[in-house]
């Protein structure tokens, strides 16, 4: 266990509004990422950090966006929620190359 | 670009029968793999990984896997499963910028 931790666990919202998931760790891990898990896809990546305040897109950035202003946070939000935005979201992190990617326990979001 | 397949969807197998879940990817270059294992309703842990060496990676809870360059293979076995080990099963490759490209997962049943 990495020291991961993802905020809120679950989640229900409706279309249209704005969301903002977290993800902390206590690794001081550099890399840290978003992934979305939907059945028949495995895990996609939807953005990631090498760095506070460095980010970049993953495979299904579209309609996401993030920040990371501190190492320990990772911050992932939706503009505005869709429901094809509806999915197990998972937080990850690296300590270096090329080590283990270590996950938090996920978030569970369900836009109506 | 990488890729990843994982050949079965599902794998069912008798409790205390050897198991065997297919793993390729594509690649030209050198790669690091890995096995994650997610649990019901948990995130993903690392079972195994292959950086270099040897070609037979042995993991926690009795799994194994070989790598196989020629095949371009990474297949996880193990020789008597328990109902403990139900949950599904991840194939990762690292691609140049060690990012992980992902398999769509394997759900291994067992079956008392």
């Known amino acids: 266990d990495a020291g991961i931790t993802q905020s809120p666990r679950h989640k229900v919202t409706e279309t249209g509004t704005p969301v903002t998931l977290r993800c902390h760790q206590t690794e001081n891990h550099r890399y840290m990422y978003w992934y979305r898990q939907d059945p028949g896809h495995g895990l996609r990546l939807i953005h990631y950090s090498y760095g506070v305040k460095d980010t970049d897109k993953g495979e299904v950035s579209d309609g996401y966006s993030v920040s990371r202003s501190k190492t320990e946070d990772f911050l992932l939000t939706l503009e505005s929620a869709t429901s094809s935005q509806t999915s197990v979201y998972f937080c990850?992190?690296?300590?270096?190359?090329?080590?283990?990617?270590?996950f938090g326990p996920g978030t569970r979001l369900l836009v109506l | 670009a990488q890729s990843v397949t994982q050949l079965d969807s599902q794998v069912p197998v008798f409790e205390e029968a050897p198991v065997e879940l297919r793993c390729n990817y594509s690649?030209?270059?050198?790669?690091?793999l890995f096995w994650y294992v997610q649990y019901p309703n948990q995130g993903l842990q690392l079972l195994l990984k292959y950086l270099s060496g040897s070609t037979l990676v042995k993991g926690i809870n009795g799994f194994e896997a070989e790598f196989n360059k020629s095949q371009t293979s990474f297949h996880l076995r193990k020789p008597s499963v328990h109902i403990s080990d139900t949950a599904e099963y991840f194939c990762?490759?690292?691609?140049?910028?060690?990012?992980?490209?992902w398999g769509a997962g394997t759900k291994l049943i067992i079956k008392p």
């Open positions: 990762a490759v690292s691609d140049s910028n060690y990012q992980l490209i």
């Open positions: 690649s030209s270059v050198s790669v690091y």
């Open positions: 990850a992190t690296r300590g270096g190359l090329p080590e283990t990617q270590y």
